[in-house]
């Protein structure tokens, strides 16, 4: 199969570009943010407390005109597509049908082919692939035996084994590329996973050499990449897989599928650091438990998990790497701990990890909950730490250091408890402690105003940037056909985005500022248009919006002939200045009488 056919079926099965326009005509984002955070009037706009992070004021703001939300506090903006993938954790594909199921229409296929048919599921279907290679070279490769040695003297059992298709990649170049890669189209989907990488002079090699091979699977069960075990000396000691367009390690996690499939229901689960962790817990009757892929816990991490179980425990060792880690972890945990959530913390004696701190004492002290730090304690002990509380100044220097943190935690019974704590500590009353509280917020959301608008007005500054902004806001302006006729032949930068613009517009005259950002959602372009959108527009009138246009349209006109005129005075005054040159050149000496 060539290459090119190999592209024709990976665009198959794609969401028509046009059904997504169409689409977002037929949703009024007010009724789908409304439907999880009540929204009021507000002018012209809607407003609510922001859902993306705390605070007692609103500053998430939703324009029915444009269809797009901005929240002043934190950035957050987007259309509603947007919305739905980052409050409720869809993705693009689910957004799209989730309004598409409230529009009561279905989603089409580009080719006719369904989702689960389209490019990535070919990258599934060739993981699962890889992961039964090396499954097999664990059971049958001549050196295999080294790999199973090591993992017996870990003490991971033959059924474990399976159980988590550890496997084997042996020792050379090109094992996999020879089994899995016999033609041009499978070494371009191995690369794509990247199970191979291309060598500078041409070619492929194997990125697995003589590891124990661990597959990771998402929630649904599906293999996404591998982390592999050198067996000698040699490093990294960990290999994962490079970021694919199946995988990404900033989301997924090691050994989540397992756990959720052995246990139906979970009410807590550990998280550790390595591949080995969750074996060793798995072998002693500890299932519950989850690695993150040689990256520090994200955002995302913990977000999935706290949608799985109310309950997060964090294992570190106890060195000060360790610490540093579990006090990030703690900071990533603070927005996301609504009533309900709880995180802990358990630090391993020093130079123990949780693989050989339960084979030295098994589960059952593991697992003893009396050595769990909660998080709000974590939070204390660690802030009161070099702070005297005897003095005026030592108090204030408290609720200096506790009150950013407070700031990120949730609305709710902990931040209510941590509040009274720390009156307690500093000797001020919870009302006073409060209003401080949100002093500072209200300080810091003002700051991040200022900064935003500033920024906003520095980027609008151009003429392009403006007429792009006003095209936003108002992409129904009139005589587009005539505005991108007076703009041929401009050359200015920026005009070709410009003209790519309205010729949207104009063949999709119902369009709004959604659709648009949408259609170039994923550009280059992505960015600076969610910034101009962000930006309020000054004009309400038709006629005003289309005066501005047309003004700006001919400062445009105006500046790119000016810039020909300066060019075609610049080329007379270099042909003078050579034309001079050579007339003094072959001008005869006159030598004096």
């Known amino acids: 199969m060539s290459a090119m056919i190999i592209l024709d079926v990976i665009m198959a099965g794609r969401i028509p570009q046009n059904f997504i326009d169409d689409l977002l005509t037929r949703t009024d984002i007010i009724d789908v943010i409304d439907s999880y955070v009540p929204l009021r009037k507000a002018g012209r706009n809607h407003q609510a407390l922001c859902p993306f992070h705390d605070e007692k004021t609103p500053s998430f703001t939703v324009s029915q005109e444009k269809q797009f939300y901005h929240c002043f506090g934190c950035s957050a903006n987007g259309t509603a597509i947007t919305f739905l993938m980052d409050y409720k954790g869809m993705d693009f594909v689910e957004a799209i049908e989730e309004l598409a199921s409230r529009a009561g229409v279905e989603v089409p296929r580009e080719g006719g082919i369904s989702h689960k048919d389209s490019g990535s599921a070919e990258l599934y279907e060739l993981m699962e692939m890889v992961v039964r290679y090396f499954c097999r070279q664990l059971r049958e490769h001549a050196e295999a035996h080294r790999a199973i040695d090591y993992l017996k003297g870990r003490g991971i059992s033959g059924e474990l084994a399976a159980e988590f298709e550890l496997g084997f990649a042996p020792l050379g170049w090109d094992n996999l590329l020879k089994d899995l890669g016999n033609s041009n189209a499978s070494q371009e989907r ?21 590891r124990i091979i661990f597959p990771i699977r998402d929630q649904r069960g599906r293999a996404i990449g591998f982390g592999g075990r050198v067996l000698d000396e040699g490093t990294p000691k960990y290999l994962n897989s490079p970021e694919t367009p199946i995988f990404h390690k900033g989301r997924e996690l090691y050994g989540l599928y397992q756990a959720r499939r052995k246990l139906k229901d979970l009410d807590h689960l550990y998280i550790v650091e390595g591949y080995m962790d969750v074996l060793a817990l798995a072998q002693y009757g500890i299932q519950n438990a989850v690695a993150t892929l040689g990256t520090a816990v994200t955002p995302e991490h913990l977000d999935r998990l706290f949608k799985v179980c109310p309950q997060l425990i964090f294992c570190f060792d106890g060195d000060a790497a360790g610490q540093n880690a579990a006090w990030r972890a703690l900071e990533i ?27 030295k004492y098994g589960s059952k002290q593991f697992e003893d909950t009396s050595g769990y730090v909660p998080l709000s304690d974590y939070l204390l002990n660690t802030l009161r730490q070099d702070t005297d509380q005897k003095t005026r100044e030592g108090r204030a220097l408290l609720v ?3 009150i950013p943190y407070l700031s990120r935690l949730p609305a709710g019974a902990l931040r209510e408890l941590l509040l009274k704590d720390i009156a307690s500590y ?21 700051q991040q105003r200022n900064i935003h608008r500033s920024a906003l007005k520095q980027g609008d500054s151009t003429l392009i940037g403006k007429a792009i902004r006003l095209l936003l806001h108002h992409p129904s ?8 006729a007076e703009l041929t032949n401009i050359n200015v930068p920026g005009i070709e985005f410009l003209q790519e613009l309205l010729a949207f517009i104009i063949s999709h005259p119902d369009t709004t500022c959604a659709g648009i ?36 349209i001919s400062k445009i006109k105006q500046t790119h002939q000016k810039k020909q005129r300066l060019a075609r005075s610049q080329t007379i005054s270099n042909l003078e200045e050579l034309r001079n040159l050579y007339t003094a050149d072959h001008t005869p000496d006159h030598k004096e009488q």
């Open 426 to 446: 500093s000797e001020l009353s919870v009302k006073d402690l409060k209003q401080l509280l949100q002093d500072k917020q209200q300080t810091q959301q003002k």
């Open 333 to 359: 945990s603070l927005p996301l701990l609504r009533d309900g959530r709880q995180s802990y913390f358990m630090f391993m004696p020093e130079g123990d990890d949780p693989d050989s701190y339960v084979r």
């Open 400 to 402: 200096e250091k506790t």
């Open 190 to 210: 191995l690369a794509r996973t990247g199970m191979i990488l291309r060598k500078e002079t041409g070619g492929y090699y194997d990125r697995f050499r003589d």
């Open 477 to 484: 302006i009139a005589e587009l056909d005539k505005t991108s």
């Open 517 to 552: 950002l949408e259609h170039w959602r994923n550009s280059k372009f992505e960015r600076r248009l969610n910034e101009l959108a962000s930006m309020e527009s000054p004009l309400t009138e038709k006629h005003e919006i289309e005066a501005e246009l047309q003004g700006i």
